[in-house]
């Protein structure tokens, strides 16, 4: 079992950046896969890093050069790093962690079988 709870996000203006983190319990947290997915009102929700146990990575085309994924093992935390922030990425943002293999699956909710509660992120223009 793996528990992960959510801090960080809030209100930054756009060109800003800002920073979630996602704190997991559980000792398999260093061999499964990490993801962040967000969910703006009215739409599904949708992928926007992952990260293997191993440090590969894949980001969603929307994100790729502004945000970066990362974990820290020796922690269970992961973390996200948003640049150059934009109004289109507030959302809420969720942490989700998984045993996902095959990379043509890293950008499935449904891959994902632990999920935190989710934390807003706001960008004013």
């Known amino acids: 079992q793996v528990q992960l709870v959510e801090s960080g996000g809030g209100l930054v203006e756009a060109g800003g950046s800002l920073s979630v983190s996602c704190a997991a319990s559980?000792?398999?947290?260093?061999?499964?896969?990490i993801a962040w997915f967000r969910q703006a009102p009215g739409k599904e929700r949708e992928f926007v890093a992952a990260?293997?146990?191993?440090?590969?990575?894949r980001y969603a085309d929307s994100v790729k050069g502004r945000f970066t994924i990362s974990r820290d093992n020796s922690k269970n935390t992961m973390y996200l790093q948003m640049n150059s922030l934009k109004p289109e990425d507030s959302a809420v943002y969720y942490c989700?962690?998984?045993?996902?293999?095959?990379?043509?699956?890293?950008?499935?909710?449904?891959?994902?079988?632990?999920w935190g509660q989710g934390t807003q992120v706001t960008v004013s223009s």
């Open positions: 559980g000792r398999i947290f260093s061999s499964i896969t």
């Open positions: 989700a962690a998984g045993l996902v293999f095959r990379y043509s699956d890293w950008d499935a909710v449904s891959s994902y079988n632990y």
């Open positions: 990260m293997r146990s191993g440090g590969s990575t």
